[in-house]
């Protein structure tokens, strides 16, 4: 069983910046990062793939967003800049073990989660 271990998070006012981080305990092919807002569906927000080093962003955070990996580390980073009253949500690392799991979208460990707030 592969451990994820967030940090990061938080609280900041509109168009202000934050930086989660999240380590794997063990050999992961695809790392990033889900939201859910209360009353709103989780959505995948970035994800990088280390098969091909390919990167997904949501539509939402295209240009705002953006997430690094440290291979050496086995961590994946993600910078949010410009941040948005709607980008309020919980946060939560996610991680699947091999490349197809990957590709469908499957998520096989989660981090327990980090609270962002964007607020004025």
């Known amino acids: 069983q592969v451990q994820l271990t967030e940090s990061g998070g938080g609280s900041v006012q509109p168009g202000g910046s934050l930086r989660l981080s999240c380590a794997a305990s063990?050999?992961?092919?695809?790392m990033g990062w889900f939201r859910q807002a209360p009353g709103k569906e989780r959505e995948a927000v970035a994800i990088f793939y280390k098969g091909d080093g390919s990167r997904f962003y949501h539509d939402s955070v295209k240009g705002r967003f953006t997430i690094s990996h440290d291979n050496a580390k086995n961590a994946v980073y993600l910078q949010m800049n410009s941040l948005k009253p709607e980008d309020s949500a919980m946060y939560l690392c996610?991680?699947?073990?091999?490349?197809?799991?990957?590709?469908?979208?499957?998520?096989?460990?989660w981090g327990q989660g980090t609270q962002i707030a964007v607020s004025s």
């Open positions: 996610a991680a699947a073990g091999t490349r197809p799991r990957c590709q469908k979208g499957i998520v096989d460990y």
């Open positions: 063990g050999y992961v092919n695809c």
